[in-house]
């Protein structure tokens, strides 16, 4: 028999879009031969709805879509879809089989995940029953997402008499998450031997990036069939008793997968917005190269506007390679000197600084003129401000309140410096948009005369193993510490993470592509007095 998994691109709320594209996707495999088509984890109304679900008149909009696609979906398919089922005895993340005209059955997740990004427990109840149907000589159970990562339910379906497991999911993309994924699966083949069609959604949301990668995995815990990472398409499957047959596609190495990622979440949150292009400034350094380059590829040339804002502080070589990146991409390209704008500023302020000597005030001056500019240029002309920080600095607070971190999306918010070289080695290797140039010089904020970055921090390459482990990790600062790294590197660093904790929480949001984001899922309170690093000499 055929089953087809609909790996699609779905919009959180867009209910009657959501909508005409799971009836399409129906229409399309049932005209490929499949009885079964699989769609991702609250397919109706989109992956996280988040409080939307606390809303009875949503609720009640995904029940009416749901009775639409009974009634329209070709009547011999049997056609598995997600929504917030809301019913006297609890609300609840369900996933149902709509068959012959109307929903034959509905699967209640049973495991509601309650860590990282994840807060289900506070808006779902859990469900306790299992569901299996017939299709084609053989019987198949449901599962969705986080059923699969704990025991019980897969174990749960087989004795209620599955032959194969169908696994509805939205699981968010991080570092080497398709290799956990497979890890988890196998796992539960230990408990209790099944083989499953894991259906994954695709697409940005917010922070979140779904990178798709669907997979069938056989009783035995072999990968036999793996759908594309990062790419939207309905893919048919030949199913027999314990067996299967589809396409198998090679992942994406870490690097590609991370700048994919990224160029997805620029798209969708720019489009899904209905944002009409993105400005950003552009330094002439590392950060806002990518970015750059990452606009481009998500959004095409003709939606992309880039901004120079020299000041006197600005490198002639700066302004150089800036020109030489938006003419290798084709850009739209401004220059706008700071200068006139900071020296009003400084006459206006003079009288309250009178005595007081030159600081980072005037550092930020300069920083935040330039993110006044781009929000004007945002304001006229309906585009998103793309902020260019990298984690590195975002985690020690190297970032200036209302000017470098001005903006709608913070790109590069989860990319640690060392991995913004990575990427930036990495997409020149595809076609060289990047200047070597900015890639070699010694990173700066150009602020101040002869300024650097490790002016002001540790070498990137220390500052972010311990940032990692820090703040990914959750290791104290001795565990950092006998990790072989410099007690009063460690010390500075971790209090730098700590002090700025106010700054994180009014960032833009970005992109999670780690374990732990700035965001969602590492959550600090800012009025905070214990201090980790006290116990270091």
Known sequence: ?????????????????????????????????????????????????????????????????????????????????????????????????????????????????????????????????????????????????????????????????????????????????????????????????????????????????????????????????????????????????????????????????????????????VGKNGFKGVHLGLSGGIDSALTLAIAVDALGADKVHAVMMPSDYTAGISVEDSREMVRRLGVKYSEIAIKPMVEAFTAQLAGEFAGMKADTTEENLQARTRGTLLMALSNKFGTLVLTTGNKSEMGTGYATLYGDMAGGFAVLKDVSKMRVYRLSNYRNAISPVIPQRIIDRPPSAELRPDQTDQDSLPPYEILDAILAAYVERDLSARDIVALGYDAATVKRVIRLVDLAEYKRRQAAPGPRITPRNFGKDRRYPITNKYRPEGDLP
């Open 1 to 269: 028999m055929k089953l087809a998994v609909a790996q699609i691109n779905l919009t959180v709320g867009d209910i009657a879009g959501n909508t005409e594209r799971i009836l399409a996707a129906a229409r399309e495999a049932h005209a490929a031969g499949a009885a079964i088509l699989l769609t991702p984890e609250m397919s109706i109304c989109g992956y996280p709805a988040e409080d939307l679900v606390l809303r009875q008149d949503f609720c009640d909009a995904c029940a009416a879509a749901l009775a639409r696609i009974a009634a329209d979906a070709p009547p011999a398919l049997a056609l598995i879809v997600g929504y917030p089922e809301r019913s006297d005895d609890g609300r609840f993340n369900a996933a149902a089989l709509v068959r012959g005209g109307r929903v034959e059955a509905v699967y209640r997740k049973h495991h509601l995940p309650n860590h990282s990004v994840f807060d289900e427990q506070r808006v779902f109840d859990s469900g306790n029953v299992p569901c299996v149907f017939a299709c084609g000589g053989l019987n198949f159970g449901l599962n969705i997402c986080g059923d699969i990562w704990e025991p019980g339910p897969v174990k749960w379906a087989k004795e209620a008499g599955a032959d194969w497991l169908l696994v509805p999911n939205a699981s968010p993309y991080h570092l080497s998450k398709e290799r956990e994924r497979v890890s988890v699966a196998r796992a539960r083949q230990v408990e209790a031997p099944l083989p499953f069609v894991y259906g994954n959604l695709v697409g940005g949301q917010d922070e979140l990036v779904f990178d798709g990668a669907s997979f069938v995995m056989n009783a035995e815990g072999e990968v036999l069939v793996q759908c594309p990472a990062w790419r939207e398409g309905l893919f048919m499957i030949e199913l027999d008793a314990d067996s299967a047959h589809g396409p198998m596609h090679l992942l994406p190495t870490e690097d590609a997968a991370v700048y994919d990622a990224l160029v997805l979440a620029v798209r969708d949150y």
